[in-house]
């Protein structure tokens, strides 16, 4: 079980079946899992035909907003007071395959007396695929290299069966096989000693594996570009689309077999030594140390953190990694909701390169993996910096055993610089510099070769952030000898890292001063009066220009437009600042991470990806027994081949009624557009994608001013001091104090 990820223990119960919860959104314990999963196997065997289970995950099921609200004592409405609390009832959801028949469910479980029971079992519809899970990826490995005509194949290029490595990918788009069929493609590589990096060494062919009878059904061969004579391209073959399936699929590509390059590009430094005698670490860079000498800021009380006036509850999710709740601002005594939930609910990889099959990579890393499920077990000193708490996370393997890994959530605070500066230039003039202290909440996950870093940062003038980074290793696919690459960059020999996207949806459960909120779209635009007239003399003036959103319909997909600077800010209109007068928000700041989704608004990623269509949705929630309106491309993602019901285009298209003055949800559409580099091999340097959400009117000034102005007793001068005339030996000392 160690193989499921980097996570080190699978949890063995201590035989309770409950343990105290102190938060209504606390996550289901390793015990719970164990719990509902017994529960779930003794109700479908007694009840059901279906006699062999396979679990794909197991999660709390979360109580409406309304009676979290009320536990947690925060009124739903500007001014008014908390309802009274109702009885939290814990429940919990599980899919879950009929492993004999192939059949998918989906449960809800409830706690009552201590013992949880099946409240309703559903049969899914054909077709629909609950994620695909880290056992499966593993497998789909051991499948492949198994299969005598892959080891043939691999063979004939110099691979023996043991070099052979494969990522499992859901399979993105393929209408040649039954919808009920479920589906793994295999991106395979070669190994060639324990710790190689596999990924300088792809193989040309691509097999598809049904995971549930665990054998590989067919093999694709991807085409070869070439260069004609008058310098342009063309394919090997006559068109990019995908050929009937067949037992021999490889003379209709018309080309030879590419072997895998054979250099290594390693990464692990024991083995680049190896491979080039002449590597050198670097020896000139002296340690940094983060040194807290009082201990942290912060106070944590189970899943609770308390930080700088912020509050908040922080969550494991097997799908979305860390999902944070009930985010509250103290403002002088007046506790302040802000935001019900912050997550980054899904993500779309679209690759770029048309000839089949590499359109099938369109991977939906949240919806189709689950990005908790694929976290990291974080080093202390390694990944984050200081004095860090860890929380755990839990999610149910197969077996329906939960498994846990023990440092999922790094929470620490950093310095981040200044936070606000004055100097009175005059002579005999004061000044004070504050520094800003920011906490960072994150999270690293590794998705095959892909690396995301989660980032919630929370500053001290009421400042959220969301930044991702992206770093790991690229997508990468083996070029011919003097190929050209019209959808791709050779980073290295032989290897072509074809451009892709990433791109993100962050979901924005807002609750500014209540639960009814609503989105106001700025665009700031030069005076129509020319210069020289009376209106507008200098010529210099602008404007900017607000308006409501109000119709789900008609305005709940929204797109960035660069040259009026259109801005979105999530507001109460309810209550308004005392001398703006303006109504009390919090301005989306997304304007470096906007980008347009660049496949054809009717191709396969986009039929699938709605949510990439636009960089703002806003739709009203609409909380069921199931909960919210959570994910923007479906509950169920794998192998979908339109856009689901329960999609945020759907939720739009399709919607009614107002988005003003309402329960709304908001989904930010933000990310990158990849063309590889050779800097970007063979380990891609952190890329940077961020949101920033930035109060507007919310806050009387600015509520930083009560922050100390310190001087750093630690700090030191770079070189040392002149003893003779008690100067820098690079420069002269500073007279102005931080707090002067």
């Not at 995301?452 to 500053?459: E, M, Q």
Request: proline share 7%.
């Amino acid at each position: 079980m160690d193989a499921l990820s980097t996570a080190s223990t699978v949890h063995v119960s201590n035989g309770h079946k409950h343990a105290k919860v102190e938060h209504p959104l606390d996550p289901l314990t390793p015990d719970e899992i164990n719990a509902v999963t017994l529960t779930v196997r003794r109700y479908t065997a007694e009840h059901t035909d279906i006699r062999a289970v396979n679990f794909n995950n197991c999660a709390l099921l979360p109580p409406s907003k309304r009676a979290v609200l009320a536990v947690l004592g925060i009124p739903v409405s500007s001014g008014g007071k908390p309802e009274t609390p109702p009885k939290i009832i814990r429940k919990a959801e599980s899919d879950f395959f009929d492993v004999l028949n192939g059949v998918a469910y989906y449960a809800i479980l409830v706690l009552e007396d201590e013992e949880w029971k099946v409240e309703s079992l559903q049969r899914l519809p054909e077709g629909t695929q609950p994620q695909i899970t880290v056992e499966e990826l593993i497998h789909c490995e051991i499948v492949v290299r198994n299969d005598p005509k892959v080891q043939a194949l691999a063979k004939q290029v110099g691979v023996e069966p043991h070099q052979i490595f494969a990522d499992g990918w859901a399979i993105g788009w393929d209408d040649r096989f039954p919808k009920g069929q479920r589906l793994q493609q295999a991106l395979l590589f070669a190994r060639f000693s324990q710790h190689d990096n596999l990924y300088a060494h792809p193989l040309d062919f691509v097999p598809v594996i049904d995971s549930l009878a665990g054998k590989v059904i067919h093999i694709d061969f991807p085409p070869l570009w070439r260069r004609k004579s008058e310098g342009s391209v063309e394919l090997s073959m006559s068109t990019t689309q995908p050929q009937p399936l067949s037992d021999d699929s490889f003379p209709v590509v018309n080309r030879a077999r590419i072997p895998p390059p054979l250099t290594p590009h390693d990464f692990l430094s024991d083995l680049m030594e190896q491979a080039d005698p002449t590597y050198k670490e670097r020896d000139d860079l002296k340690p940094l140390h983060v040194v807290q000498p009082e201990g942290v800021s912060f106070k944590m009380k189970g899943h609770v953190l308390e930080w700088q006036k912020w509050k908040m509850h922080i969550a494991y999710s097997h799908r979305e990694g860390i999902v944070l709740s009930t985010i509250t601002y103290n403002d002088n005594g007046e506790i302040r909701p802000i935001f019900y939930r912050l997550s980054i609910a899904e993500m779309a990889v679209p690759y770029g390169a048309p000839e089949y099959p590499h359109p099938r990579k369109f991977a939906f890393d949240s919806g189709e993996y689950g990005m908790g499920s694929m976290a990291n077990e974080l080093s202390l000193g390694c990944d984050c910096l200081g004095k860090i708490h860890y929380l755990p996370g839990a999610y149910a393997t197969h077996s329906g055993v939960a498994h846990v890994i023990k440092n999922v959530i790094c929470i620490h605070e950093e310095d981040a610089g200044v936070l606000w500066k004055h100097s009175d230039f005059r002579p005999g003039g004061r000044s004070r510099t504050v520094r800003s202290r920011r906490l960072v909440v994150s999270m690293v996950c590794t998705v095959a070769n892909y690396e995301y870093i989660w980032n919630y940062y929370f500053y001290q003038d009421g400042n959220i952030e969301i930044e991702i980074r992206l770093t790991g290793i690229l997508q990468v696919y083996v070029a011919g000898s003097d190929e050209p690459t019209p959808y791709g960059i050779i980073v290295a020999p032989g290897i072509n890292a074809h451009y892709h996207q990433h791109i993100f949806s962050v979901r924005v459960d807002p609750m500014l001063d209540g639960l009814q909120n609503s989105v106001i779209e700025s665009e700031i635009v030069g005076l129509d009066a020319p210069t020289g007239s009376s209106e507008n003399f200098a010529g210099n003036g602008f404007v900017v220009k607000d308006r409501v959103l109000k119709s789900q319909v008609e305005d709940g997909a929204r797109d960035f437009h660069w040259a009026n600077e259109r801005r979105w800010r999530i507001a109460n209109l309810n209550k308004t600042h005392y001398a703006s007068g303006k109504p009390v928000s919090y301005t989306i700041m997304m304007k470096g991470a906007a980008l347009p989704l660049l496949a054809k608004p009717d191709s396969w990623v986009a039929r699938r990806a709605s949510f990439a269509h636009k960089q703002l949705w806003v739709v009203r929630d609409d909380e069921g027994p199931k909960g919210s309106r959570l994910f923007p491309s479906g509950k169920y993602v794998p192998q979908t081949r339109e856009e689901p019901k329960d999609s945020v285009g759907k939720w739009v298209k399709e919607g009614n009624g107002s988005i003003e003055n309402e329960d709304i949800v908001l989904f930010l559409t933000l990310g990158a557009t990849h063309i590889p580099r050779p800097e970007d091999w063979p380990v891609m340097p952190v890329e940077h994608v961020s949101v920033l959400f930035k109060p507007s009117s919310f806050f009387t000034n600015n509520p930083g001013m009560d922050v100390p102005g310190t001087k750093d007793s630690q700090s030191r001068p770079a070189f040392g001091v002149d003893n003779v005339n008690g100067q820098h030996t690079n420069g002269t000392n500073g007279t102005a104090c931080c707090a002067n």
